[in-house]
């Protein structure tokens, strides 16, 4: 198509929907989750496991509080004026030592009493070495610091069960790419570039306003992502539709709190879209607010999905609920409008010829517009359906 003909099509698609951008908007039952599959690699049942301080400030001991793994579990104790420290250990299990194969971190924290400083936060970080043939000569100490951490400082005392630290996303300690721990990591021979695992670590970042003791059991790898709460490998609209019925819903925390920050929010399902826009459309993509079929792209197809569930009680992102309201309202088409015929790789998604869409965004005018005159007499949400 020329670039001619393409800005005429455009030019009459901004016409119809034009219409609508002038318009003022007015206006349990838990997701299924089926339990990825998970391997205990600490649990701290005789001994530290080899972990150890890194870093100043900061020591190790084996205790009975906050065991939810048997009868013993870590204790991290963290001076006030100590800011970035870690729990170290050499010893791999091979789920760890010889990747490709977990996708995150599951554990057990207990906390006897709240953090009183600014901040506090617990990850992952993976150390290792180069391969030996590796050009210049073989490196050692590499590291790679997970970007997803857990708040502690947000924490109430008690303990918590399955907080997640997700794997997919470090900078590649040799060639300063993004990657996830199975690209950044591999076995002797695998890859010209991929680092051989040696230690493995929980690191804590604070403030250095306040001290911290922390408890932690029950040590898991999972190999499914973290965003794949049906653990069928892949990121589909069942994933994403459990995730917005959650916000919806407010509970449960677990798995779906994919930013760590204690409460589920639209900042969840916007970590969702670049997890399953990185896996299912390429490195670094996002799906965008409004992609109803996680097509890549927001289009008519996306505004036909809304308009067949409009009005309906809802909260699956999937049938057109984008905002996590329970509800596919004129909110959620103010969503599709504001993205539409864009594609998560930047570029303009297809237009299509309007004629049809202008039709169909013009009854859809008329229609909320009576809407809003109807709720305006006073009838009630029930009247209004």
């Known amino acids: 198509m020329s670039r001619d003909r393409q800005d005429r099509k455009w030019t009459r698609g901004l016409t119809c929907v034009g219409v609508v951008i002038g318009l003022s908007w007015l206006e349990g039952s838990y997701p299924p989750h089926v339990a990825n599959a998970q391997t205990l690699v600490y649990s701290f049942e005789f001994d530290e496991e080899g972990f150890s301080p890194n870093g100043g400030g900061i020591t190790l001991a084996q205790d009975t509080i906050g065991a939810t793994e048997g009868e013993h579990s870590l204790k991290i104790s963290v001076v006030g004026g100590a800011t970035f420290v870690g729990a170290l250990t050499q ?29 506090s936060v617990v990850g992952v970080t993976m150390f290792g070495s180069s391969q030996p043939d590796y050009p210049g000569g073989q490196q050692f100490g590499l590291q790679a610091q997970f970007f997803n951490e857990s708040r502690i ?13 997700g794997l997919e996303l470090a900078t590649h300690p040799l060639t300063f790419e993004p990657g996830s721990f199975n690209d950044i990591f591999g076995t002797i021979g695998s890859g010209e570039n991929d680092v051989i695992p040696g230690g493995f670590q929980f690191f804590i970042n604070k403030s250095n306003d306040a001290p911290l003791d922390m408890y932690i059991d029950n040590v898991r790898v999972g190999s499914a992502p973290s965003g794949d709460f049906d653990g069928d490998g892949d990121y589909d609209c069942s994933d994403i539709n459990a995730l917005t019925t959650a916000v919806a819903q407010g509970s449960p925390i677990a798995p779906f709190d994919l930013n760590s920050d204690g409460v589920l929010s639209l900042g969840d399902v916007d970590v969702w879209r670049g997890e399953a826009g990185n896996q299912n459309i390429g490195r670094g993509r996002s799906y965008l607010p409004g992609d109803a079929n996680l097509s890549g792209a927001v289009d008519g197809s996306d505004f036909g999905i809304w308009n067949a569930s409009k009005f309906t009680n809802t909260s699956n992102w999937c049938d057109g609920d984008f905002n996590a309201s329970s509800a596919v309202d004129g909110s959620d088409f103010g969503i599709w409008n504001a993205n539409k015929f864009t594609s998560s790789d930047g570029m303009v998604a297809s237009v299509p010829e309007p004629m049809g869409l202008c039709a169909l965004v013009g009854g859809l005018v008329l229609g909320l517009a009576a809407r809003s005159s109807r709720s305006r007499r006073g009838l009630s949400i029930t009247d209004r359906i």
């Open 91 to 119: 010893f791999l299990p091979p789920e760890i030592g010889d990747p490709p194969g977990m996708t995150y971190v599951l554990f057990d924290l207990t906390i006897d009493e709240a953090f009183a400083g600014s901040y």
């Open 153 to 165: 400082d947000i924490l109430a005392p008690g303990t918590y069960h399955n907080l997640r630290i």
